[in-house]
């Protein structure tokens, strides 16, 4: 297995030191030259990815060690890359942070199993020579990690620029490949710790025309291009902090092929709420379903009238806070879900598809009634009530994992649960790392319906797609063998 030709990892001292908005901007840059560019985002963040897969014209990959084993990583970089001109990861938070203190799921952890030379973001915000000294921390800390190159982001100044540059020409002896001023006017807006997705942004091509300017107008593409490299030999031989998973050939995270292969199991309609609101859906996880024999029927759930006839219904994540009254006001199709619920319908719900399958949103002072499947209401916070990865424990029988599963996840929500009164409901698992709906359960199960806080990748879950596909094969079943009309 090879790289492309070309392939580099961006990364940087810390989070918010710039390094989405310079990737995107890189990534525009070379689909603009006609390059093409295979883009991945490390770690689980969907709306980072959602940017690149917009500038790119292609679905972005998303690389995680907590939840994919390290050969599936590398199996799915090569399967994803091949035939790209080049292949750009965006790394996340600072390069050597991690869960531990040996840097295990960090940025440079990736890159030394993907053998990725590194370009180096750094915030120069009222500093100078100090940044060659940080930079060569960074190169002596991990020896293995090969620090390519220096982009200097928010300079003050030409005489600035130019004293940081020497210095790092002669203590680092890597070139700067970039220098970006403080930027005013920058049209990527950002919400809670991150920035807005791209599908809420009516003005997303702007602000991708705007960070390929900058990329053109103050890195040196060329050069970047010239120092990313093909495979590094010494990748193969380096050690890798373990991450948990099994690794070995046969294994059900290890498939041999790196694209999640699930045997066809039968043809189903399965439902995808794909809009505005709902829309994080890791790629993976829609083409698992679609090897296992789904097919996918795309919904939109502000302006949809109902429901059309199917076996299953996979709702993703989203931020359904921000468009509540939009949602709401869309009865007939909230009716339609519920009533298609209530008679069997498989459902697999997560995160702020959970909450759109519960009673009502409480926020800003106002409750929004939604779907009313499951009985909970959930009221909006400011801080967030699940930030980080899970790990969970099948607990009871449900359609879609069996007892005892250990599920491998993240969760990222500012919505509070809390029951109200009517259905019985069962929780599906034991929460062993992360918050859940209460800090020891997720997974609220009514009928054949999921409603769950965590979000997995079926690349790091191979029974998940099948669970679905079982379940709404069952229901299809069912359903034939009924009278009409009954």
């Known amino acids: 297995m090879t790289h492309p030709a070309e392939s580099i990892c961006i990364a940087a001292l810390?989070?918010?030191?710039?390094?989405?908005?310079?990737?995107?901007?890189?990534i525009a840059a070379w689909h603009d030259e006609g390059f093409k560019v295979a883009a991945f985002k490390k770690g689980p963040d969907f709306i980072d990815a959602g940017w690149h897969s917009f500038a790119a014209g292609s679905p972005c990959r998303n690389l995680d060690s907590f939840m994919m084993s390290p050969g599936l990583i590398k199996e799915l970089f090569y399967q994803y890359a091949a035939g790209a001109d080049m292949a750009l990861v965006e790394g996340n938070r600072g390069l050597y942070d991690g869960l531990d203190a040996r840097g295990?799921?960090?940025?440079?952890e990736l890159a030394k199993l993907l053998g990725l030379p590194v370009i180096l973001i750094?915030?120069?915000?009222?500093?100078?020579?100090?940044?060659?000294?940080?930079?060569?921390?960074?190169?002596?800390?991990d020896p293995d990690i090969e620090i390519k190159g220096v982009i200097l982001n928010r300079v003050a100044g030409s005489r600035q620029e130019k004293l940081i540059k020497e210095t790092i020409d002669y203590y680092c002896e890597i070139p700067v490949v970039g220098a970006v001023p403080k930027l005013k006017n920058d049209p990527f807006p950002e919400r809670h710790m991150g920035l807005v997705p791209h599908q809420e942004q009516r003005s997303a091509a702007k602000a991708i025309a705007w960070a390929k300017e900058i990329a053109f107008k103050y890195l040196d593409l060329k050069l970047i291009r010239k120092i990313t490299s093909t495979?590094?030999?010494?990748?193969n031989d380096i050690c890798i902090p373990?991450?948990?998973?099994?690794?070995?050939?046969?294994?059900?995270e290890h498939p041999g092929n790196g694209n999640t292969a699930v045997p066809t199991l039968g043809q189903v309609r399965i439902g995808v709420i794909k809009d505005s609101v709902f829309w994080f859906y890791y790629p993976e996880n829609l083409e698992a379903l679609a090897r296992a024999g789904a097919s996918l029927i795309e919904l939109d759930s502000t302006t949809?009238?109902?429901?059309?006839?199917?076996?299953?219904?996979?709702?993703?994540?989203?931020?359904?806070?921000?468009?509540?009254?939009?949602?709401s006001s869309n009865t007939s199709f909230l009716e339609s879900l519920k009533t298609a619920a209530e008679s069997g319908l498989p459902v697999y719900a997560e995160c702020g598809g959970f909450m759109y399958l519960g009673g009502g949103l409480h926020v800003g002072g106002r409750?929004?009634?939604m779907a009313g499947v499951l009985p909970v209401d959930f009221i909006l916070?400011?801080?967030?009530?699940?930030?980080?990865?899970?790990?969970l424990e099948t607990e009871g029988e449900n359609l879609y994992f069996s007892p005892g599963d250990i599920i491998k996840g993240h969760e990222f929500h500012y919505s509070e649960p809390f029951l109200t009164s009517g259905k019985q409901v069962t929780f599906a698992f034991n929460v062993r790392r992360g918050h859940g709906i209460d800090g020891n359960k997720d997974g609220m199960c009514f009928k054949s319906v999921l409603g769950v806080y965590t979000h997995i990748h079926a690349a790091g879950a191979p029974g998940w797609a099948a669970g679905i596909v079982r379940a709404a094969l069952s229901f299809k079943g069912l359903n034939k063998k009924l009278p009409p009309g009954a």
């Open 104 to 108: 295990r799921c960090s940025t440079a």
């Open 231 to 235: 495979e590094n030999p010494r990748s």
């Open 381 to 391: 916070k400011k801080k967030p009530r699940g930030h980080g990865y899970t790990v």
């Open 242 to 252: 373990h991450s948990g998973h099994v690794d070995q050939e046969g294994s059900p």
């Open 304 to 327: 949809d009238e109902n429901l059309p006839p199917l076996d299953g219904l996979y709702i993703g994540g989203g931020f359904p806070e921000t468009q509540p009254e939009l949602l």
């Open 367 to 369: 409750f929004y009634p």
């Open 122 to 141: 750094v915030d120069v915000t009222m500093v100078t020579r100090t940044v060659a000294a940080i930079v060569k921390g960074c190169q002596v800390f």
């Open 14 to 26: 810390k989070g918010g030191s710039g390094k989405t908005v310079l990737s995107v901007g890189m």
